[in-house]
């Protein structure tokens, strides 16, 4: 994330709710999304599959309302980019996304991985 996005502060916080309030969540939405690929029941119960272009100020409480299985509009967190019925997009449509937008299925874990790499960075 460039520091761009970060508002004034003293020093650099370690709580992760810090960083979250002081961040220009406006300036971050102009600037680009999260790409997201959720999946769910709708109302019929049929699943489905969305890969999503989330507002980044909305991820956090997109995320832990998947996480909790609660019931949301997926269109009030951004942009439906492609959808489709079942449990997992078809190959071709993977393949789609990782070469039209750079969609990878690990985005989580490389994130994760990537920020404990420069904690560790900063904490030397």
Same mark, same amino acid.
């Given at each position: 994330?460039?520091?761009?996005?970060?508002?004034?502060?003293?020093?650099?916080?370690?709580?992760?709710?810090?960083?979250?309030?002081?961040?220009?969540?406006?300036?971050?939405?102009? $600037?680009?999304? !999260?790409?997201?690929?959720? *999946?769910?029941?709708?109302?019929?119960?049929? +699943?489905?599959?969305?890969? @999503? /272009?989330?507002?980044?100020?909305?991820?956090?409480?997109?995320?832990?309302?998947?996480?909790?299985?609660?019931?949301?509009?997926?269109? $009030?967190?951004? !942009?439906?980019?492609?959808? *489709?019925?079942?449990?997992?997009?078809?190959? +071709?449509?993977?393949?789609? @996304? /990782?070469?039209?937008?750079?969609?990878?299925?690990?985005?989580?874990?490389?994130?994760?991985?990537?920020?404990?790499?420069?904690?560790?960075?900063?904490?030397?």
């Amino acid at each position: 994330m460039s520091s761009n996005f970060i508002k004034n502060i003293e020093e650099t916080p370690t709580d992760i709710n810090e960083v979250y309030k002081n961040i220009d969540w406006e300036k971050v939405d102009e $600037d680009g999304s !999260i790409l997201h690929l959720t *999946g769910g029941t709708d109302a019929n119960g049929k +699943e489905y599959y969305a890969y @999503m /272009a989330i507002k980044p100020s909305l991820y956090k409480e997109f995320h832990e309302k998947s996480l909790n299985d609660e019931t949301i509009n997926i269109n $009030d967190y951004g !942009i439906v980019i492609e959808s *489709g019925f079942g449990a997992l997009p078809p190959p +071709e449509v993977q393949k789609k @996304m /990782a070469d039209e937008y750079g969609f990878s299925a690990n985005f989580e874990n490389e994130i994760t991985s990537f920020i404990e790499k420069e904690s560790e960075k900063a904490q030397k």
